[in-house]
């Protein structure tokens, strides 16, 4: 049973235009999120996270929104770059302070020039 | 400062062998993990520990052990490797939510 979905295995984008890639759960107890940038033959980065009393984080040209309600949440890479090109897992935790992290299968992403 | 550091890189076992993985971490977090990636899936969860010389099992822990006798290290131990364990192992270590991985083993048994 996924708790943590991210449905689009693959996602192809043009140098410059916004990516969009999506992640839904299923667990009311998830409080916090993240997201993980992954490079071939590299452990997993941390990106960006946020906790479920925000709906929104920026972090430069990374948003990630969160819908509470629809237990979902996005991440938004505006403007795309060459270099995002990575695998992005979405990962979800019952609270901050928790030490243990669920992941989806992440979804792989193409910046075309 | 090196992060979260794993040896080896890559491995192939037998069936039957046994191995550790090692992983070191430098940032003084007291939580540390250790995860399995096999191929178009996420990463899940074999065995994590809050501190020295405490560990739990994580969603995946059959086959293998594991041990946290100081705070920097965190050894996963393979008994009897099968198949089904060739995988990419992540070591991660973390102070709170946000965890740091290593660069991860391949490890193939044949």
């Known amino acids: 049973d996924q708790q943590v979905k991210q449905n689009s295995p693959s996602l192809s984008v043009q140098e410059g235009r916004i990516s969009i890639l999506n992640c839904d759960y299923t667990?009311?107890?998830?409080?916090?999120f993240l997201w993980y940038k992954k490079y071939p033959a590299e452990g997993p980065t941390f990106l960006i996270s946020i906790s479920s009393i925000k709906d929104k984080n920026e972090d430069g040209r990374f948003t990630v929104f969160l819908n509470k309600s629809a237990k979902h949440l996005s991440l938004h890479i505006v403007p795309s770059q060459p270099g995002d090109s990575a695998v992005y897992f979405c990962a979800a935790s019952a609270g901050a302070g928790s030490y243990q992290l669920t992941f989806g299968k992440g979804t792989k992403l193409s910046v075309i020039p | 400062n090196a992060g979260v550091t794993q040896t080896p890189k890559f491995r192939i076992l037998k069936i039957g062998q046994s191995m550790t993985l090692q992983c070191t971490q430098d940032m003084n977090h007291n939580y540390m993990y250790w995860y399995r990636q096999d191929p178009g899936m996420g990463l899940k969860l074999i065995y994590y520990s809050v501190g020295a010389g405490i560990t739990d099992k994580g969603e995946v822990p059959n086959g293998y052990n594991v041990s946290r006798s100081t705070t920097e290290d965190f050894p996963l131990r393979l008994e009897l490797a099968a198949p089904s364990q060739t995988s990419v192992y992540f070591c991660?270590?973390?102070?709170?939510?946000?965890?740091?991985f290593g660069p991860g083993t391949r490890l193939t048994v044949t």
């Open positions: 991660a270590s973390s102070y709170r939510a946000e965890q740091y």
């Open positions: 667990n009311s107890m998830f409080d916090y």
